[in-house]
């Protein structure tokens, strides 16, 4: 699959919360190209500062209006300058890049905590019809705005938080569980925190389900040259996160 530099125009940019925002870009030559679990580079300023591209998930794709759809944190610097786009701006978007996620299992459940439900949105979306299982985690019910996104893309939701204000009070890990001894999933999809993503690659070792994790690492180029994003792999040499990844199988990566 090519890699494009495509000049994307802004279509709608807006505030999911405070410091969470959507952005929908026109790129039809990525979203036709486009599975679940790829992510672009883009470069967030035509200047030297910040110098370095910046990786988004890519959350959800419309392919017959030629649109993707990115969620992200303002963060930093480079996302600062991010949120100042507005309808009608052009941001340079190196993309799809990386391997996605391996849609096969007819009963899937896709395990998401944080931002990590980014990247999740597109695959529950792609998985459908099939009966899509979604467990999310976050800190408060401010951070689970995801759950309005993912109702109406699977047939179970089922929420955690920290503090107890939305679902179960707890982690993600502490209702896992109980769900994979209720139902009979045939697949595990995970992304977010790498705590997360090892408990729950451990469950599904136990309970023998194939497993694939997103993981979510800082890079330079994107394209597998600088070496900056690279993974521990449980064997072989080192994995680079941009190329071989995000997704890999659960066995494949230290987490």
């Not at 944190?73 to 993309?95: E, F, H, I, S, W």
């Not at 993974?231 to 680079?240: D, H, I, L, S, V």
Request: charged share 15%; aromatic share 6%.
């Amino acid at each position: 699959m090519p890699k494009l530099v495509v000049k994307a125009t802004v279509v709608r940019h807006t505030n999911i919360t405070s410091q969470v925002k959507q952005l929908v870009l026109q790129a039809p030559d990525i979203a036709e190209q486009t599975v679940p679990g790829q992510f672009v580079h883009i470069r967030v300023a035509d200047c030297y500062e910040p110098l370095l591209r910046r990786p988004i998930s890519i959350s959800n794709v419309d392919r017959a209006n030629g649109t993707i759809y990115l969620i992200y944190r303002v963060v930093g610097r480079g996302t600062q300058l991010l949120a100042r786009l507005k309808p009608g701006d052009l941001l340079n978007c190196m993309g799809p890049l990386g391997n996605g996620f391996t849609l096969q299992g007819k009963r899937p459940l896709l395990v998401g905590g944080g931002m990590g439900l980014a990247p999740l949105v597109y695959l529950a979306a792609t998985l459908c019809p099939n009966p899509v299982t979604v467990l999310m985690g976050g800190r408060t019910e401010q951070e689970m705005f995801w759950s309005g996104i993912f109702k109406s893309l699977c047939e179970n939701l089922h929420i955690t938080t920290d503090d107890g204000s939305l679902g179960q009070r707890g982690i993600t890990l502490d209702l896992l569980p109980e769900l994979l001894r209720s139902k009979s999933f045939d697949m595990i999809y995970t992304c977010g925190p790498s705590r997360m993503m090892a408990g729950v690659a451990n469950y599904a070792a136990t309970y023998k389900i194939p497993c694939q994790v997103s993981l979510e690492e800082y890079m330079a180029c994107g394209v597998g040259a600088c070496l900056s994003c690279t993974c521990e792999a449980t064997k072989g040499p080192r994995k680079k996160t941009c190329t071989d990844g995000p997704v890999f199988w659960s066995g494949e990566v230290v987490l």
